[in-house]
């Protein structure tokens, strides 16, 4: 089982960047970030594989860019223009795995 560690969570005003990290315990071919804000079902934010192809949600499409490192084991979820509605906690999955979550809070 992959164990994943994510790191970066914070509390941010509204406009500010953020960048979030997740280490994996081994390289796994898609990597990528949920989200889950108080009173919502977890949903997907953005996605990447080992050969470099992303996927991102609508909502964060243009303001998020997932990407890789390290041997293709950390992934990183640079946020830009953050909004209040970007506040969650933001998990890390692969191959099944979930991480602990971080706690991303934008003031409004």
């Known amino acids: 089982q992959v164990q994943l560690v994510e790191s970066g969570g914070g509390l941010v005003q509204a406009g500010d960047s953020l960048r979030l990290s997740c280490e994996a315990s081994q390289v796994t071919f898609n990597m990528g970030w949920y989200r889950q804000a108080p009173g919502k079902e977890r949903e997907f934010v953005a996605r990447i594989d080992v050969n470099g192809n992303t996927d991102y949600a609508d909502s964060v499409r243009g303001r998020f860019t997932v990407s890789r490192a390290n041997g293709q084991t950390t992934l990183y979820l640079q946020m830009s223009s953050l909004k209040f509605e970007d506040t969650a906690i933001y998990f890390c999955?692969?191959?099944?795995?979930w991480g602990q979550g971080t706690q991303v809070t934008v003031s409004a």
């Open positions: 999955t692969a191959a099944g795995s």
